[in-house]
Nanobody, 120 residues
Framework: QVQLVESGGGLVQAGGSLRLSCAASGRAFSAYVMGWFRQAPGKEREFVAAISGGYRTNYVDSLKGRFTISRVNAKNTVYLQMNSLKPEDTAVYYC??????????????WGQGTQVTVSS
């Protein structure tokens, strides 16, 4: 069982930056593919980025260049650095763990989410 706790969300002006963190419990963190998803009001949850234990990454095409996923296995933590934020980035951001690869969106464990609001 893996528990995930996100933090770092908040209110930011357009053009600003935020870094989300996701702390994971459990011993096998370095073996897990970790991902970030987001869900905007009235929309379906969408994939944002994923990172393998070996630091390979995958991003949704629309966010490449603005968002960066990273991890520190020694801290059981995965991050999402978000730059040049836009109002359309407003969403609840979720951390996930346990996918079979960085190319799939099927994850076993999910966090509770953290709200990101970007004002214009």
């Amino acid at each position: 069982q893996v528990q995930l706790v996100e933090s770092g969300g908040g209110l930011v002006q357009a053009g600003g930056s935020l870094r989300l963190s996701c702390a994971a419990s459990g011993r096998a963190f370095s073996a897990y593919v970790m991902g970030w998803f987001r869900q905007a009001p009235g929309k379906e949850r969408e994939f944002v980025a994923a990172i393998s234990g070996g630091y390979r990454t995958n991003y949704v095409d629309s966010l490449k260049g603005r968002f960066t996923i990273s991890r520190v296995n020694a801290k059981n933590t995965v991050y999402l650095q978000m730059n040049s934020l836009k109002p359309e980035d407003t969403a609840v951001y979720y951390c996930a763990a346990g996918a079979r690869s960085i190319l799939t969106t099927e994850y076993d464990y999910w966090g509770q989410g953290t709200q990101v609001t970007v004002s214009s």
